[in-house]
């Protein structure tokens, strides 16, 4: 089964730091654009942060710029997102994303709970 599996998310103190790590599951994120997005209690799925397929271009939301930081490794075939300085905020069910744009395949991970809280 095609999917993209998470891990990393957790309870941590305002200040401190997390890593994410979404891998495939039968396939390769070769050629794929990847994203994470999280959605908050209440409120609607934003995105958090994004690498271009090809050209290794990364956008981040303003909320999180200098804080986050999304990254690929190819040899693992594996999308991790960085985040530090967290802050309640950034409370929230965090959800990875691979897309091609050859061929518009779309698949989102199972989603993974940050609480950030003292």
């Known amino acids: 089964q095609l999917q993209l599996v998470e891990s990393g998310g957790g309870l941590v103190q305002p200040g401190g730091s997390l890593r994410l790590s979404c891998t495939p599951s039968?396939?390769?994120?070769?050629?794929?654009?990847i994203a994470w997005f999280r959605q908050a209690p209440g409120k609607e799925r934003e995105g958090v942060s994004a690498?271009?397929?090809?050209?290794?271009?990364?956008k981040y939301a303003d909320s999180v710029k200098g804080r986050f930081t999304i990254s690929r490794d190819y040899a693992k075939n594996t999308m991790y997102l960085q985040m530090n300085s967290l802050k309640p905020d950034d409370t929230a069910i965090y959800y990875c994303?691979?897309?091609?744009?050859?061929?518009?395949?779309?698949?989102w991970g199972q989603g993974t709970q940050v609480t950030v809280s003292s």
């Open positions: 039968g396939f390769s994120l070769d050629h794929y654009a």
């Open positions: 994303n691979a897309y091609s744009p050859g061929f518009g395949y779309d698949f």
């Open positions: 690498i271009s397929a090809f050209s290794g271009t990364t």
